[in-house]
Every structure is written in C-alpha cells, then in structure tokens.
C-alpha cells in the first residue's frame, strides 16, 4: 500500500502561486512510482492536469507554462508549483501514484492511476 497526502491548497487571488505538497509513504520503496495530479470542481469530471513519471513531466494544456512539477527523492514528495493561477484553476486537487510506466500507457485516465490521496482545496478569487 501507497499512502499519500496533499497540503498546501489554500484561497488566493487571480495571478497569485501555490505550491502543493503530495508525500508519498508506505511500499514506497518496493519499486517506484509515477506521480499525477488531478483536479476537480463541483459538477465536473476529475480531470489531469500534470504527471511525473521517471524524469518526464506531462502537463495539460491549460496550465503548461504556469504550473511546474518537481520531485524531493529523499522527503519522497511530489511537488506542484502553480503560478499565474487563474479563477479556472479553482478545484479540489488530488494526487495519484501507480508504478513508473512505459509506452502508451493512458495516464491521463482516472482509472490508470492505483493510489489516491484525499485532495487539497485550491480557491482562486477573481
């Protein structure tokens, strides 16, 4: 078992940064993970909007630009640096781990992901 956890979700302003946090613990030394991160605001789908997996960040168009993955092997954390945020960015956020993949594997799918953590509230006012 995988277990993760976000922090960092906070309200801020149109254009202000967050960064959010996602620490791994558990099996996370059997053999390593993939780290996505996803958002989603009432009546909507979650939905992807960046990943990391061995050195190769994947972003969504929306946020390429603005948002920045980056990873702390020793704190075994996933960071998320959002900047320029935007009131579309409003959403709870949610981190994801499933083994390092290969190919053309669907990453950008929910059900692709094994591991979930419990989100973090991201609130931008216009």
């Known amino acids: 078992q995988v277990r993760l956890v976000e922090s960092g979700g906070a309200l801020v302003q149109a254009g202000d940064s967050l960064r959010l946090s996602c620490a791994a613990s558990?099996?996370?030394?059997?053999?390593?993970?993939?780290v996505g991160w996803f958002r989603q605001s009432p009546g909507k789908e979650r939905e992807f909007v960046a990943a990391?997996?061995?050195?190769?960040?994947y972003y969504v168009d929306s946020v390429k630009g603005r948002f920045t993955l980056s990873k702390d092997n020793v704190k075994n954390t996933v960071y998320l640096q959002m900047n320029s945020l935007e009131p579309e960015d409003t959403a709870v956020y949610y981190c994801?781990?499933?083994?390092?993949?290969?190919?053309?594997?669907?990453?950008?799918?929910?059900?692709?992901?094994?591991?979930w953590g419990q989100g973090t509230q991201v609130t931008v006012s216009s």
């Open positions: 990391l997996n061995w050195n190769e960040r």
């Open positions: 994801a781990a499933t083994p390092l993949f290969t190919g053309s594997y669907e990453f950008r799918r929910t059900t692709s992901w094994e591991y």
């Open positions: 558990g099996r996370t030394g059997a053999y390593d993970y993939a």
